[in-house]
């Protein structure tokens, strides 16, 4: 597949930057905005002022309103709207989106409704017959930092590594580091958990505890996505990897990040409805910590942090009793789920 040019859906501060990096590579970048002002910001004055004021976008850059003329006849679209508006924008994709088209997602959360990850999206509303080559990109990436050409590693996983190796070679530059994987579902769990952990995090910094609080909440926070993603299928080495444990440390530590911030202010007390209605920008794990408890539920996976979030989230539990519950769960084995279910043969005794 020869590219000179590709689409972007979606211009928020991740789509806003992805599609910079491919203007600045030489592709001819062909941005879906999904608001007309914006669109029209961008268009005249070269910058998205919403959503990643204060950066000058490349020339290469043209922005749409309607969805068609952002596609054209293109077969490199990289999608990087809010997970739930993923449906409904891919569903308007489907009539103009050439067959075969790579579909490169870089969106992290799970629906709520369907507890689908965004493949799963895709092949719920592809009609019969119609095929794409889907991938996901994940890793520790803040937008306001890869724009600013800060070295940066992610990971692209597709079903077939040609395809994996094609999009690496297609979007990557010498501070945007690209590896390759053929674990998309393994990416989607974590870059859709992580999220949910940073809210742990945060909050954790906005009560006052310390970096051993923190520490402990990563590592068992990571035991838990990779509980949940190895259920779902995915390969445990992942987990290990840049959009694991690389996008957990970065989220859970890092005041750039939305989720972690939302955290935070609710540590300090306000109410999550006062801190989202201060938000133009997506927190992804607010959504994606219902899907995350309904997911462990039906998949049977033991998941304690991840489901006190959602308690203090949905059920008003007051966050500091969620951490006293956290704290007074029974004394165990550190490996005794993974024991049990994984190697029963295992005496804990070890
Ligand atoms: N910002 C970042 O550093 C990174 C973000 N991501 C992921 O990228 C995805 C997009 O996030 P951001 O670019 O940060 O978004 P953002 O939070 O900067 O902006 C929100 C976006 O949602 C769009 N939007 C709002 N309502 C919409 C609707 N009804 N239909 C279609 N679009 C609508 C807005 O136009 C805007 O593009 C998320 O899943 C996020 O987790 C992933 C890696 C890095
Ligand atoms: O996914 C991200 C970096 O990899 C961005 O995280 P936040 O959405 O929490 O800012």
Redesign the pocket.
């Known amino acids: 597949m020869n590219v000179s040019e590709v689409s972007v859906i979606?211009?928020?501060?991740?789509?806003t930057t992805l599609a910079n990096l491919l203007a600045e590579k030489g592709y001819r970048v062909h941005l879906w905005?999904?608001?007309q002002e914006?669109c029209d910001a961008i268009n005249r004055s070269r910058e998205n002022p919403i959503?990643l004021p204060g950066f000058r976008l490349s020339e290469l850059i043209t922005a749409h309103n309607d969805i068609e003329s952002a596609l054209g006849d293109r077969s490199f679209i990289v999608m990087?709207?809010?997970?739930h508006?993923y449906r409904s924008?891919a569903t308007d994709m489907i009539p103009h989106l050439r067959d075969g088209s790579v579909v490169v997602s870089?969106?992290?959360?799970i629906e709520n409704e369907t507890l689908l990850t965004m493949s799963g999206v895709w092949r719920d509303i592809l009609p019969e017959g119609r095929k794409i080559r889907y991938a996901c990109l994940a890793g520790p990436?803040?937008?306001?930092e890869v724009i600013r050409k800060i070295p940066t590693a992610v990971t692209v996983a597709a079903e077939d590594l040609d395809t994996a190796r094609f999009i690496q070679q297609v979007m990557a530059t010498e501070y945007f580091r690209v590896y390759t994987s053929t674990d998309i579902i393994g990416l989607e769990v974590a870059g859709a958990v992580k999220?949910v952990l940073a809210l742990a995090a945060g909050a954790s910094d906005g009560f006052g505890y310390g970096h051993n609080t923190r520490a402990a909440l990563i590592t068992r926070g990571l035991a838990e996505m990779t509980r949940l993603g190895v259920a779902m299928g995915a390969h445990p080495l992942t987990f290990l990897g840049l959009p694991g444990v690389g996008d957990l440390l970065l989220t859970c530590t890092s005041e750039l990040s939305r989720n972690r911030t939302v955290g935070y202010e609710m540590g300090r007390g306000k109410s999550l409805d006062e801190v989202l209605s201060g938000m133009k920008?997506?927190a992804?794990g607010v959504k994606t910590a219902r899907s995350v408890y309904n997911l462990a539920k039906r998949l049977k996976v033991d998941m304690p942090i991840c489901e006190r979030v959602y308690s203090v989230l949905y059920e008003g539990e007051d966050p500091r009793e969620a951490v006293k519950a956290l704290l007074s769960r029974t004394l165990k084995h550190e490996w005794e789920y993974e024991l049990q279910r994984f190697w029963p043969d295992i005496s804990t005794n070890r």
């Open positions: 979606g211009a928020g501060s991740w789509g905005v999904y608001e914006v959503y990087v709207v809010p997970s508006v924008v870089a969106t992290k959360g990436s803040f937008a306001r999220n920008m997506v992804e």
